[in-house]
């Protein structure tokens, strides 16, 4: 069965903290992709990064950057200098061939709030 | 480029009735998928469209179906409403079939509440 856990299911920074958003997921295809999606107040989903199984290297974008470890099935998001305009639910999402093709699986989500 | 519409963005039922959402998706992508989310359940799929067939299903009852148009505009129904059918459902469009292994762009959503 494919699974995303994510631990955290609220977290309260001040601006300009630094924080890590986890996710783990559990799969048996070996191949797969995982993704964040961002959802701000307003309601829609924002795609924010989409990676597959066969790559674990690192990404940085701007102040956002993911950690993608396989060994410990595990894709967590950094936000670097939180900025109150960051306060959102954050979602991991996990899609795989093994299963149901174009199911794609999210966590719960965590809802980040950024304090000025 | 138009981002995912949805209409109507709120709607108001009565258990037993059923309702129809609207999605139309950015223009070129044909793959469509709508989503049901929930405090209790989260985020779950619903199902997807690509050129006018369904191409996939998640775990719901039958009484939530779909269609897509040849224009790549997206329906989906539920009928005999339930309390339980209260949620925010959310559509969203990619260029490719199996949508949920690519990039998607989401709507709105409608916020359905089922009294």
């Known amino acids: 069965a494919q699974k995303v856990t994510q631990a955290q299911t609220e977290i309260s920074v001040v601006e300009k903290e630094d924080v890590t958003l986890d996710c783990v997921y559990e799969t048996r295809d070996t191949t797969y992709y995982l993704f964040w999606y961002k959802q701000p107040p307003s309601g829609e989903l924002v795609f924010l990064i989409r990676?597959?199984?066969?790559?674990?290297q690192n990404e940085i974008s701007g102040r956002y950057s993911w950690n993608f470890q396989k060994s410990t099935s595990s894709f967590n998001f950094t936000i670097t200098a939180s900025q109150v305009v960051d306060s959102a639910v954050y979602f991991c999402a996990l899609w795989g061939y093994g299963g149901s093709q174009g199911n794609l699986i999210f966590g719960k989500g965590t809802k980040l709030s950024v304090k000025p | 480029k138009a981002g995912v519409t949805q209409t109507p963005r709120y709607l108001i039922k009565t258990r037993g009735q059923q309702v129809t959402l609207s999605c139309s998706p950015i223009?070129?992508?044909?793959?469509v998928s709508w989503y049901q989310q929930t405090p209790g359940q989260g985020l779950q799929f619903l199902f997807e469209?690509?050129?006018?067939?369904?191409?996939n299903k998640g775990n719901f009852p039958g009484r939530f179906s779909g269609r897509q148009f040849s224009n790549s505009r997206s329906e989906m129904n539920v009928s005999t409403l339930e309390l339980g059918d209260s949620a925010l459902y959310l559509c969203?469009?990619?260029?490719?079939?199996?949508?949920?292994?690519?990039?998607?762009?989401f709507g709105p959503g409608t916020r359905l509440t089922v009294t």
């Open positions: 223009s070129g992508h044909r793959s």
């Open positions: 469209y690509f050129s006018e067939t369904q191409r």
């Open positions: 969203a469009s990619s260029l490719y079939s199996g949508g949920g292994a690519y990039e998607q762009y």
């Open positions: 990676r597959n199984s066969f790559d674990e």
